[in-house]
């Protein structure tokens, strides 16, 4: 056994204070770990986590960017450890701090935060990808192609699906000179995704892979399991297994891909910490993702990753209009389906496409499971989105 794993870190630095890390805290409260947060506004969902236990779990919060490396300096003096909700961070200036633990490490997030940089090292260790380019070079592929910024960029933001040249000339004006990436486009039959953990002394699990749904570059919907074959099951999970072990990662990533008609997984993007596709394993696993996190980067064995149930769904309740509403109603009314478990993430402003919370639904004995979990999907949007779900 790797001997710092039998002395637990007991508190854990989160940089960044969205919905990731508010999710953290009933994992951290099992646990009986204290979480410390470095994250730029009072209003962001995870300084709410001290309201909801006062007891601990939080133990504190510092009010800054969080690429601000003096605030992560101050971060560090509060904890054993620091680990990542998001990955937008200056890791230059993060590699000037002395005597700082980060889970994972800054080496191994360092080949992964350029989009090109993630695409080089992809194809280096012969991990299937689209084609892919340095937007400097000066041969553009057939249209459709897609253009990306390279660093920054989710939910869709800073990715572009672009059908002819005047639509590239167009957008090129908007982007001005941020380095860009350019792609193949993949007509995919499907999209996937998979959660993948690795702890302190190698041991690595994987959860099941899904199928993700997407509205405008934003997931909608999560499938699990994804109903594949045994063979790009297995694909799947080497390609998980040969990432994590390649970086030497400590935490969990999540990972997408791409499934063509012809059966071919190529990998799409890497996140390296939680993941809205992994929300499902909350209710529907042994071991949430969250709390799989913690785990790892805390030294602890790694938990079950297995289903409780045959299958589950996750749906996004995505903003719709520019609002400031708690739309209490209607989370009641989602609250009452059978089998539902609401998540709300406290944020006070809505504006289409904003990650307000999310169902999951536990699925069993069902025959043909993705599509009981669709018609189930088309009800919780009915209630959330009103009549324009009909257009959803």
């Known amino acids: 056994m790797n001997p710092e794993s039998a002395n637990p870190a007991q508190t854990v630095g989160v940089i960044g204070g969205g919905q990731l890390a508010w999710m953290m805290a009933d994992a ?24 909801r236990y006062p007891q601990g779990v939080a133990a504190h919060t510092i009010l800054a960017p969080i690429d601000d490396s003096a605030a992560t300096a101050q971060l ?51 991990l299937p ?9 000066t041969k553009i592929p057939e249209f459709p192609i897609v253009l990306k910024t390279r660093r920054h960029g989710y939910d869709g933001q800073g990715t572009f699906i672009l059908k002819n ?48 749904q997407q509205e405008n570059q934003v997931c909608r919907r999560v499938i699990a399991p994804a109903d594949l ?20 990662v400590v935490g969990i990533f999540g990972i997408e891909l791409f499934l063509t ?15 809205n596709s992994g929300h499902y394993t909350i209710d529907a696993c042994t071991t949430s993702q969250f709390e799989q996190q913690l785990r790892a980067v805390c030294g602890l064995p790694l938990g079950s990753p297995d289903l409780k149930s045959d299958g589950a769904l996750m749906v996004n309740l995505l903003g719709y209009e520019t609002s400031q509403s708690e739309y209490l109603d ?32 536990l699925l069993d004995s069902l025959k043909d499971l993705r599509r009981e979990a669709i018609e189930l999907a088309q009800t919780i949007e009915q209630i959330w989105y009103g009549k324009s779900a009909l257009t959803r």
């Open 261 to 275: 008609p012809d059966g071919k997984v190529l990998v799409n993007e890497i996140a390296p910490r939680t993941h």
């Open 76 to 126: 560090a003096t509060f904890c054993e450890v620091i680990t990542f909700e998001n990955e937008f961070v200056d890791l230059e200036a993060l590699s000037q701090l002395q005597n700082v633990c980060f889970r994972p490490s800054l080496e191994s997030l360092k080949p992964l935060l350029d989009k090109y940089d993630q695409r080089c090292y992809l194809r280096d260790r012969h």
């Open 229 to 248: 074959p045994v063979s790009t099951v297995q694909e799947v999970e080497a390609i998980a297994h040969t990432l994590l072990e390649s970086l030497q």
């Open 28 to 51: 951290a409260k099992k646990l009986g770990v204290e979480l410390v947060i470095q994250t730029p506004e009072k209003t962001d969902p995870a300084v709410s986590i001290s309201l």
């Open 129 to 137: 990808t689209p084609q892919f380019s340095d937007f400097s070079d």
């Open 330 to 361: 209607k989370r009641q009314q989602l609250a009452e389906v059978p089998n539902a478990f609401v998540h709300w993430y406290g944020k006070i402003e809505s504006r289409p496409g904003r990650k307000l919370g999310h169902v999951t639904l």
């Open 165 to 212: 040249s005047a639509e590239l000339e167009t957008t090129l004006k908007k982007l001005g000179n941020q380095p860009l990436l350019l792609e193949e486009f993949v007509p995919f039959e499907r999209e996937l995704a998979v959660m993948a953990a690795r702890s302190l002394t190698g041991e690595i699990i994987v959860y099941p892979i899904v199928e993700t």
